[in-house]
Each structure stands twice: as C-alpha cells, then as structure tokens.
C-alpha cells in the first residue's frame, strides 16, 4: 500500500516541479488580485500542511502548536529558491512519512485537531487536499505563461494519437511479460523444461 501511496503523489509532485520549472521569479510570486494567492503562498501552505501533519505522525496530534497556518497565506519569502527549498522540504517530511506506514499500522487511529483518523485516512485526506492546490498552481502558471505554456498532460488535439501509443505500449508490455512459462513460448525467460 505505501508504494502506491508514494506513486499516487510522486505523480502530483511532479506536476508542481514541471510547472515549478517553466516559471521565472517573478511568476512565482505573481497575485492576481490582493485577494488570490501566488504560487509562492500556495506552495508555503502546502508546505507548512506537509510539516505539521507528517512529523511525528504517528505519536504526535497532525495540528502542531508551532504550525500558524494563517502566516502559511501570507508571503514570507523573497527568492523562487527559497519557494523550492521549502517545496522540497515538505515533500521530504511526507514521503518520509509514507515510508513508515505497514500493513500493521495502516488501519491505526492517528489524530488531527484532535479528531481521529485511521492513518489510511488521513492519507486519502492528503490525497484530496495536495493536488487541489497543485491544481491551483498549474493552472495560475498556465495563464502565466499562455503560449509558451508546455503542456503536462495530453497536448491539445492529440488524445486520439495519445490513446493508439499508450493501446501499443500495453500490447508490447503484454507480449514480453511472463506471467506463466507454459502461456509465453517466445519469452526468453521461459525455463528449459517448457521449451519445445
């Protein structure tokens, strides 16, 4: 389960490094209005969540007392490094976190604000709440940049050609893997006994 998990947010990870990299520093920071958040701001409470809900996860309540999530909407960094840094730094204390969770703990009661979670749970939770906002970020950097946007999903216009590449990697995949022995005549790794 903790390798899906890990895969499941590798992928929503990649999405905010991708977009991340098309980005200069002033694009990072960039508000539409006083009201909206950056990237920067986004990228801070994802951060902060990340800290606070992850340290310690399984012994300390996920809401710590040194976590102030109103200042995680407020700027405080000056640098699209610092914004990377502390990106990183979350991501880090999660996927840290994922790596202790086992088939033993997995159903175990954790607690955030003092409500209790199974740990399952309060993965699903995170699995909701992080790619809503790397949604957010994508698509701030989408309007950003317009044209010069590259795309991180199926071009524009290219699902069907996307669709017939993705159907002959499968067949291909299907056709070199060993499932049985006996079924795959043509596979090298069939034993010498099954060899006709």
């Not at 903790?2 to 490094?17: A, C, I, M, P």
């Not at 996860?57 to 200042?71: A, H, M, P, V």
Request: charged share 30%; glycine share 4%.
């Amino acid at each position: 389960m903790e390798d899906l998990f890990v895969k499941r947010f590798e992928y929503y990870k990649s999405l905010g490094d991708n977009t991340l990299q098309q980005l200069s520093e002033e694009q990072v920071f960039w508000q539409y209005n006083e009201e909206s958040n950056s990237i920067a701001v986004i990228i801070n409470h994802i951060a902060g969540n990340m800290l606070s809900r992850w340290t310690n996860f399984l012994t300390e309540d996920g809401e710590k007392s040194w976590r102030n999530r109103d200042e995680e909407f407020v700027n405080t960094m000056n640098t699209k490094q610092e914004v990377l840094d502390f990106w990183e730094k979350g991501w880090k204390c999660f996927f840290d976190a994922l790596g202790q969770i086992t088939e033993e703990n997995l159903y175990s009661t954790i607690y955030i604000r003092g409500e209790a979670h199974s740990v399952a749970d309060a993965v699903f939770r995170q699995l909701a709440h992080y790619p809503y906002h790397i949604g957010q970020i994508v698509y701030l950097a989408k309007m950003m940049k317009n044209e010069d946007w590259k795309t991180l999903s199926i071009a524009r216009n290219k699902s069907q050609e996307f669709n017939t590449e993705m159907k002959k990697k499968q067949e291909e995949k299907d056709l070199t893997s060993n499932a049985s022995p006996v079924c795959f005549q043509n596979s090298s790794e069939i034993r010498d006994e099954y060899k006709q």
